[in-house]
């Protein structure tokens, strides 16, 4: 019995924008956004298309692992097998990172989706559209939306014009092409352009479009992030306790302590940073010690279990993982039971890395992987006495405080 994937059809989810105009360090699609982040919510809507699909994630260089734990988790939600997904790193461009995607296609797929995971809250029923679309018409596709503003034509500061906004739309994404097509212009193409029809176009194919969605838009700038974020809660405000059952929920707190030994080859990842000229630490993913303490904290303080539970050596999509995508993994298992990270605060216990040279970076990096949760890192010695005093290896010991959501 062949088993092997068949799909005809795959949408390629352009993950890998830096994200710049939101203001963050982070890059956008690893934003928060809700209980999870802004690329998690555009994958529920890809994998919830009415046709079988293979979706690949294009994602930024060291963030391929956090893409992977978004991914995995989205197609068991919707039921979809493993086998039809895959993340693949992305380029400088958005052109090449699109490159990089069309070629983890499987052979059998005829149709592609190009979305960007910017368009986080687009619905499954405008990918359907689109597939459709491409399928009966043989042509490029885009979702498009009426423009309703006055557009007016200016010079500076001054109005010259009017533009006839009857013969104009916006353009969204998902935007569907038949594969040659695409393959041939993407190898063709010479220059950048701002969209993928933009390119088909100058290549000479036809383009028709579709309805697109008002929820499709673009999250862009802080404004937008705040509009994503209001459509995804049930209400702006957090729930008053009306219950005369019970009292609130009062804050918990969970205490999680790991330790590994120096002897992987390799870099040494610690506190969510790489450590050139530092011997690696071993372990099931990349040994961060740092990283791992604080999962246990939070997992600890929410009673979800430990890290074995949910990162053991029986989820080999976790070997290698480095401290992104256990963090954002367990921000989203603490906010689905209801629960808002406080703080962390997490000490190292080891003779080198010296973690004061770069404290304030790792602090930063933590605190983007649990979604601008305040961390604190300190670091000590334990003057020569057990195996970190030998210089064998690394303590981390976390403890973290969450709130109600």
Excluded: C
Excluded at 91 to 106: D, K, Y
Excluded at 197 to 225: C, Q, R, Y
């Amino acid at each position: 019995m062949n088993s092997t994937p068949s799909p005809r059809v795959a949408v390629i989810v352009v993950a890998a924008g830096s994200g710049t105009r939101l203001g963050l360090d982070a890059p956008k699609a690893f934003v928060g956004l809700g209980r999870h982040t802004i690329l998690r919510h555009a994958l529920d809507g890809v994998l919830r298309t009415g046709t079988p699909i293979q979706v690949v994630v294009v994602a930024p260089a060291g963030r391929e692992g956090a893409a992977e734990t978004d991914l995995l988790e989205a197609a068991d939600a919707a039921g979809v097998s493993r086998d039809l997904v895959r993340v693949t790193t992305g380029g400088t461009t958005r052109q090449g990172s699109v490159a990089a995607g069309i070629s983890a296609l499987l052979p059998t797929v005829q149709t592609v989706l190009v979305h960007d995971a910017a368009r986080a809250l687009t619905p499954p029923a405008v990918f359907d559209r689109v597939i459709e679309a491409v399928e009966r018409t043989e042509r490029g596709i885009v979702p498009v939306l009426a423009v309703i503003d006055t557009i007016k034509r200016v010079d500076g500061d001054l109005i010259t014009g009017v533009v006839d906004r009857s013969e104009l739309a916006a353009a969204q994404t998902p935007q569907g092409f038949e594969r040659a097509g695409l393959e041939a212009a993407y190898q063709a193409a010479d220059e950048e352009y701002t969209d993928d029809a933009a390119l088909m176009a100058e290549a000479g194919h036809p383009l028709g479009s579709v309805e697109g969605s008002a929820l499709a838009f673009k999250i862009t700038t802080p404004a937008d992030l705040d509009r994503a974020r209001a459509l995804v809660e049930d209400s702006p405000l957090p729930p008053l306790p009306v219950s005369l059952d019970q009292a609130p929920r009062a804050p918990r707190v969970g205490v999680g302590a790991d330790v590994h030994a120096f002897g992987r080859e390799g870099p040494l990842w610690l506190a969510g940073l790489e450590w050139p000229g530092e011997p690696a630490l071993s372990g099931h993913s990349d040994g961060d010690a740092v990283a791992h303490a604080i999962v246990d904290a939070l997992l600890s303080a929410a009673a979800l279990g430990d890290i074995g539970t949910h990162f053991g050596t029986d989820h080999p999509e976790y070997a290698g993982a480095h401290a992104e995508a256990f963090l954002a993994r367990t921000l989203g298992l603490v906010g689905e039971a209801g629960w808002r990270i406080g703080n962390v605060a997490v000490q190292v216990r080891a003779n080198r890395p010296r973690l004061a040279t770069r404290r304030a970076e790792a602090e930063r990096a933590l605190s983007e992987a649990l979604g601008g949760a305040s961390v604190s890192v300190s670091a000590t010695t334990t003057d020569g006495l057990g195996f970190t005093g030998r210089g064998e290896g690394v303590e981390a010991v976390a403890v973290a405080l969450l709130t109600p959501a």
